[in-house]
């Protein structure tokens, strides 16, 4: 099962200390969530694919009887006069567990802000996965960021992109 979202986000920054509200200019964040049946396969399939590790931040979430696992993946580090740029979430379950692709890419078309920072806050039912930083990254006006979560029976992320 897979499938693709495009958003298209109007996002305003309101100045640290300032009751100013800044427009930002449109950008296009595409998503796409897919499940991947064998991820080595899918590895030797794509051998050109050239990944940096992102940083990730496990964290237990106790929800009643359950607990949900919490990984917050991030590149760079906040900059003064940054804004948001790019912001996308989205949620999927499904009754077996299953091994989870996210790409995320930032702009789709045209010319995006110099980016600053990147966290993916992921939701998923294990506390397995990985995140890459594949094309473009911080101090560059692209980035494509892909998110891994293994054995899941859900997968709810937001994304957020800095820069200026």
Same mark, same amino acid.
């Given at each position: 099962m897979?499938?693709?979202?495009?958003?298209?986000?109007?996002?305003?920054?309101?100045?640290?200390?300032?009751?100013?509200?800044?427009?930002?200019? %449109?950008?296009?964040?595409?998503?796409?969530?897919e499940t991947v049946a064998d991820l080595e396969t899918f590895r030797k399939a794509n051998p050109d694919l050239v990944v940096t590790p992102l940083v990730a931040r496990p964290e237990a979430i106790? %929800?009643?009887?359950?607990a949900r696992q919490q990984i917050v993946y991030s590149v760079g580090a906040h900059s003064a006069g940054e804004r948001l740029v790019g912001l996308t979430s989205n949620q999927q379950s499904w009754p077996t567990p299953q091994d989870v692709r996210l790409n995320l890419q930032y702009p789709t078309a045209?010319?995006?802000?110099?980016?600053?920072?990147? %966290?993916?806050?992921?939701?998923?039912?294990?506390?397995?996965?990985?995140? *890459?930083?594949?094309?473009?990254?911080?101090?560059?006006?692209?980035?494509?960021?892909?998110? %891994?979560?293994?054995?899941?029976?859900?997968?709810? *992320?937001?994304?957020?992109?800095?820069?200026?």
């Open positions: 897979s499938f693709s979202v495009g958003l298209l986000f109007l996002v305003g920054f309101t100045l640290l200390g300032s009751a100013i509200c800044t427009p930002v200019a %449109e950008q296009t964040v595409r998503v796409s969530l106790s %929800e009643g009887a359950s045209g010319v995006g802000a110099v980016v600053t920072y990147v %966290e993916v806050v992921v939701q998923q039912s294990t506390s397995q996965g990985r995140g *890459y930083v594949v094309s473009g990254g911080v101090g560059q006006r692209t980035i494509r960021l892909v998110i %891994e979560a293994y054995g899941t029976n859900y997968f709810d *992320y937001t994304a957020a992109i800095y820069g200026f």
